[in-house]
C-alpha cells in the first residue's frame, strides 16, 4: 500500500499543540496563571487526533492496532479513582510490524506526547500558589475559628502527573516530579538504581541479588523451584532468608515463590499509594518545587516485612506484642515499623496486604512522622487511620492499571447496608472525637470498621472528589497528632452534621454502573 506523505491531521494537531504549549509553558507561566486551554478542550482535541487514526488504521487494514488505539480513554467511571501501571521505558507493541503501522504508532505517539505537556501544564497550575500559601506547619497547627483554605491542589497535582506519564512515559519532568531517576533509556526508582550501580541486578523471584550470585541461582532454577514448592529452609526468624525488593526487605521462613509474590504486592501497592495519596506525603512546597524541575529527592530507607511460613508461626511470634492477634490475617507493627503476614495454607487476601502496607507507607513516609513517638490518632481522629488503609481494600485490577474506591467496592456495600438495613450510624463529630484507645475499646468495632469503609470511599470520591484534599490534609494532621475533634469539619468547610447528612445521601445511592 502507498502511504500518504501529507501531514496527517493527527501530526497537525500534535504540532499546533506543542507550539501553543510552548507559549504557555510551566517554566514561562507566571504562578496562579491558568494553562491555555482547559482538561475537557485537551481530551477533545485528542480524541478527534485518535478518531483520524483509527480511520488511517481501517484504510491500511490495520485492525489490532485500531482497536488498540480506540482503547487508550480512560472509561468515564464516575465515583472511582484511576492508578497507573508506568512502564520503565516506551516500546512499540507488537501488533507495530509494518512500515506503515510505525507511521501511525509515532503519530499517535506524537498526539499522547502533546496531551500529556499539557496535562503537565495543569499540574503545575494545581500545585502552584494562587492566593496567600499556608505551610504545611499553619495546616497542621490548631487553630481557632475558620480554616485556612487550601490554595494548593496537591492531590490534583499527583493526578494529572501520573496521567502525564500514561501519556508519555519519557516526560523527563513528571518522572523527576513522581520520584523517578535516568538510567540510560529507562527510568527506575532511587533505591533501585542505587542497587543497580552496585552490580546488583533484580529478577522478581530472587530480588535484588549481585550479579555473580544471580546467574548461579538462575542455573539452578529448576532444582530451588522444586524445593521452593514443598518446604522452607528454616523456621528460626532469625536465621531465615531476606528478600530484597525495590523498597522492602523481607525477612521470610516461606517458600521464595510466595516471598516473591509478597514483595510484587507490596511494591505495587507503593506505586497505588503515591498515585492516590502523594500528597501526604510530599509538603506542597516541595512538590512545586519538584514539577518545576528544582526538588531533591531524598534517601529512603527500605520498609520492613515479616513472612512467616505457617498461621501457627505468625500467632506464636506476635501474640506476645497483640494478645488478639488470632483473630488477623496481618499486621503493621508500628513500634518496629514491619509489616506481618504469613505463606500458608495460602498467602492473606490482597485487601489485608495492601490494608497493612497502607498502613505502613503513611507511617514511614515523611520524615516528621517518623520521628513522632506516640502512634497516629491517639487523641482524637484514629478512625481516620483506619479508613485511609481501608480504601486501599477497593483496589481491582483495570487493563491500564487499578481502579479505587467506589460504592460497590471494598467496604462501602457493607457500610450502605448497616445503615439501611440496621440502621447504625455513628454521627462524624463523634467518631472524629474519639482517640485510639477508646476507638478499639469500642463494642461496635466491626460495625465502625464498615462505615469508616464508606467514609472514606466518600472523602475520596463523592461529589467528583470535592473533599478529597481536605481528607488528606486531615491525615496530615491526624498522624502528626495536632489534629482537633473539629479539624475536618474546618477544612471541608462542613459541619459534622451537614457532613453526615451528604455522606448518608451517597452511600445509599445506586451504585454507578461498570
Known amino acids: 500500500m502507498i502511504r500518504d506523505r501529507r501531514p496527517s491531521s493527527a501530526w497537525r494537531w500534535a504540532a499546533a499543540a506543542v507550539a501553543m504549549i510552548l507559549v504557555f509553558s510551566p517554566a514561562g507561566a507566571k504562578a496562579g496563571n491558568p494553562p491555555a486551554r482547559s482538561l475537557a478542550e485537551i481530551d477533545d482535541q485528542f480524541s478527534a487526533a485518535a478518531t483520524d487514526l483509527i480511520r488511517r488504521c481501517r484504510l491500511a487494514g490495520l485492525d489490532e492496532l485500531a482497536a488498540l488505539i480506540a482503547d487508550w480513554p480512560l472509561p468515564a467511571v464516575a465515583g472511582r479513582q484511576f492508578a497507573f501501571a508506568i512502564p520503565a521505558s516506551l516500546e512499540p507493541p507488537a501488533v507495530v510490524a509494518t512500515d506503515e503501522a510505525h507511521a501511525i504508532w509515532s503519530d499517535f505517539l506524537a498526539a499522547r506526547r502533546a496531551r500529556a505537556a499539557e496535562l503537565f501544564a495543569h499540574a503545575v497550575f494545581a500545585a502552584s500558589r494562587h492566593d496567600v500559601l499556608p505551610t504545611r506547619a499553619d495546616l497542621t497547627r490548631p487553630t481557632t475559628g475558620e480554616e485556612v483554605s487550601l490554595s494548593q491542589r496537591s492531590c490534583e497535582a499527583i493526578r494529572l502527573v501520573y496521567l502525564t506519564l500514561r501519556d508519555d512515559p519519557t516526560h523527563g519532568r513528571a518522572r523527576e516530579a513522581a520520584g ?25 523471584r530472587f530480588g535484588w541479588v549481585p550479579k555473580g550470585r544471580l546467574a548461579r541461582l538462575r542455573e539452578a532454577e529448576p532444582d530451588n523451584e522444586g524445593r521452593d514448592d514443598e518446604a522452607t529452609t528454616t523456621t528460626d526468624l ?13 525477612v521470610s521462613t516461606a ?23 502523594g500528597g501526604f506525603a510530599l509538603e ?7 514539577l518545576a524541575g528544582r526538588g531533591r529527592l531524598q534517601p529512603e530507607t527500605p520498609h520492613s516485612a515479616v513472612l512467616c511460613g505457617t498461621r501457627d508461626q505468625y500467632v506464636a511470634e506476635l501474640e506476645r506484642l497483640e494478645p488478639r492477634i488470632a483473630i488477623s490475617d496481618g499486621l503493621y507493627w508500628q513500634p518496629t515499623r514491619t509489616i506481618w503476614c504469613y505463606a500458608a495454607p495460602a498467602l492473606p487476601a490482597r485487601d489485608t496486604v495492601r490494608h497493612e502496607a497502607a498502613h505502613q507507607l503513611f507511617a514511614e513516609s515523611r520524615p516528621d512522622i517518623l520521628r513522632m513517638r506516640s502512634e497516629p490518632g ?9 479508613a485511609a488503609a481501608l480504601y486501599a481494600e477497593s483496589i481491582v485490577e483495570a487493563p491500564f492499571g487499578w481502579t479505587l474506591g467506589g460504592r460497590d467496592r471494598g467496604r462501602a456495600p457493607a457500610a450502605r447496608r448497616q445503615l439501611v438495613e440496621d440502621e447504625l450510624f455513628v454521627p462524624l463529630a463523634e467518631l472524629a472525637g474519639l482517640g485510639r484507645a477508646d476507638f478499639q475499646a469500642d463494642p461496635r468495632l466491626p460495625q465502625l470498621y464498615d462505615q469508616c469503609g464508606g467514609l472514606a470511599d466518600f472523602f475520596m470520591n463523592a461529589h467528583d472528589g470535592r473533599y478529597r484534599e481536605p481528607f488528606v490534609e486531615y491525615l496530615v494532621r491526624v498522624y502528626s497528632g495536632t489534629a482537633q475533634p473539629d479539624s475536618l469539619f474546618r477544612l471541608c468547610g462542613r459541619s459534622g452534621s451537614e457532613l453526615d447528612a451528604e455522606y448518608r445521601t451517597y452511600i445509599t445511592a445506586a451504585s454507578e454502573p461498570e
Open 378 to 386: 491517639l487523641r482524637s481522629g484514629f478512625w481516620a487511620v483506619e
Open 255 to 277: 517458600p521464595r515463590r510466595a516471598t516473591a509474590e509478597l514483595a510484587a504486592l507490596l511494591e505495587t501497592t507503593r506505586l497505588i499509594w503515591l498515585q492516590i495519596f
Open 180 to 204: 523517578w531517576v535516568r538510567r540510560g533509556d529507562r527510568w527506575e526508582w532511587p533505591a533501585a538504581a542505587r542497587r543497580s550501580d552496585r552490580a546488583a541486578d533484580y529478577d522478581p
Open 238 to 250: 532469625r536465621r531465615a532468608p531476606q528478600f530484597d525488593a525495590d523498597h522492602w526487605e523481607i
Open 284 to 290: 506542597p512546597t516541595e512538590l512545586e518545587r519538584r
